[in-house]
């Protein structure tokens, strides 16, 4: 089982509906990040996150550190954000090494 | 500011051969790490560097290696190149490692 786990791992939908990409670990984590991926390989840093909620004009990232749960919500979809999202954290265990998910390839359909 | 500068963007080299990749970090950033990037492995860390030093490495056998420069500047080595080390190769800078990692555009290796 790997320690990251995303979910789903593709997502398609209408431009305007709310989106959320789901990430569960396993291990003990001292901070977990969003990233995005657009097509040609650059990767932006979304969030990064230790505890509660993040907003950034329509994205909002969420953890509950009980539960070892990470929720990535996109509300207004638009084709701009068709990109792949990837879920990584930083171990407690390993110190400063991020463990990735696997990404969720999410395509916003016009 | 400037961002994370990877070269060269694009390389092909042939089995056998050696290759090096360069990444220059955000200025002030102290930590660079390396990562694979493969359609069916997803991202794989192969290590990180912080003020010259290896701090941490993943999971690659020893034909991969990397080293920092005094100026953060960090180098990516990969010896005896086989068709499987054919992937997108990304950096990414952060000024301690602990917090606002910035990823370059890659090196994309094609291995013929």
């Known amino acids: 089982k790997n320690e990251v786990e995303q979910s789903p791992q593709n997502l398609t939908a209408q431009e305007g509906e709310f989106i959320t990409i789901n990430c569960s670990y396993s291990?003990?984590?001292?901070?977990l990040h969003w990233l995005q991926q657009h097509p040609g390989g650059g990767i932006v840093s979304l969030f990064m996150l230790s505890s509660g909620k993040k907003k950034h004009g329509r994205l909002i990232a969420t953890i509950n550190i009980q539960e070892k749960h990470s929720s990535l919500h996109i509300t207004a979809s638009h084709p701009r954000d068709s990109a792949v999202y990837i879920c990584?954290?930083?171990?407690?265990?390993?110190?400063?090494?991020?463990?990735w998910g696997a990404g969720t390839k999410l395509i916003i359909k016009p | 500011k400037a961002g994370v500068t990877q070269t060269p963007r694009y390389l092909i080299k042939t089995r056998g051969q050696q290759v090096t990749l360069s990444c220059s970090p955000i200025?002030?950033?102290?930590?660079v790490s390396w990562y694979q990037q493969t359609p069916g492995q997803g991202l794989q860390f192969l290590f990180e560097?912080?003020?010259?030093?290896?701090?941490n490495k993943g999971n690659f056998p020893g034909r991969f290696s990397g080293r920092q420069f005094s100026n953060s500047r960090s180098e990516m080595n990969v010896s005896t190149l086989e068709l499987g080390d054919s992937a997108l190769y990304l950096c990414a800078s952060s000024q301690d490692g602990t917090y606002g990692y910035t990823f370059g555009s890659g090196t994309r290796l094609t291995v013929v």
């Open positions: 560097y912080f003020s010259e030093t290896q701090r």
């Open positions: 291990v003990g984590i001292s901070a």
């Open positions: 200025s002030g950033h102290r930590s």
């Open positions: 990584a954290v930083r171990s407690l265990v390993v110190d400063y090494q991020l463990i």
